[in-house]
Each structure stands twice: as C-alpha cells, then as structure tokens.
Nanobody, 125 residues
C-alpha cells in the first residue's frame, strides 16, 4: 500500500512563495515516478510537474521558471517549491505516484496509481 500526505499549502499574496511537501509511505519509493497536480476552482485536474527515479523533471508551460519539483529519497518526501505565485495558481494541489521508474512525457492523471488528499493554495491579488 502507498499513502501520500500533502502539506505546506496556505494563503499568500501574488508574487509570494510556498513550498509544498508530500510525505510517502511506500516500499521502493525512490524507484517511483512522482508528480504534482492541481485543480483550480471549477476546472479539471491538471498536471503541474513530475520527477522520475533518475531525477528527470517535467513542468507544465504555465509554471516553468517559477516552480521547482524535487525529492528527498532518504525521507520519502516530494517537494514543490512555488515562487512568484499568481492568482491563477489558486487550486487544491495533489501529489501522486506510480510504481514505474519513468514518468510519462505528459503528466496525465490516469497514468498515476496513488494519490494524496490535497492541500489548498490560495493566491490573492
């Protein structure tokens, strides 16, 4: 069984920063593809960033140069550093994992097996 728990969400003004964490309980975690998704109000869930077991990352165009995904394998924790936040980033953020070493070229939700409960990020103007 894989359990994922997000934390670090909150409310910030535009231009501010937040660092999200995702703590995982899983055997072989360091061999998994890991990803962040978000769901903005009234919209469908979308991929934000991913990192595979080799450290290769992907980002949605909307967050490139602002967000950085990373992981600490020793602590079974995934991170998302979010800088220069915009009101459009307001969403519930979810971490996800799949027990495959590589991430898909496009971060589709159906490619992932395990999901956290989400953490709210609110960015005000």
């Amino acid at each position: 069984q894989v359990h994922l728990v997000e934390s670090g969400g909150g409310s910030v003004q535009a231009g501010g920063s937040l660092r999200l964490s995702c703590a995982a309980s899983a055997y072989g975690y360091r061999h998994y593809c890991l990803a962040w998704f978000r769901q903005r109000p009234g919209k469908e869930r979308e991929g934000v960033a991913s990192i595979d077991s080799y450290g290769i990352t992907t980002y949605a165009d909307s967050v490139k140069d602002r967000f950085t995904v990373s992981k600490d394998n020793a602590k079974n924790t995934l991170f998302l550093q979010m800088n220069n936040l915009k009101p459009e980033d307001t969403a519930v953020f979810y971490c996800a994992a799949r027990d495959i070493d590589l991430c898909p070229k496009v971060t589709y939700d159906w490619a992932f097996n395990y999901w956290g409960q989400g953490t709210q990020v609110t960015v005000s103007s």
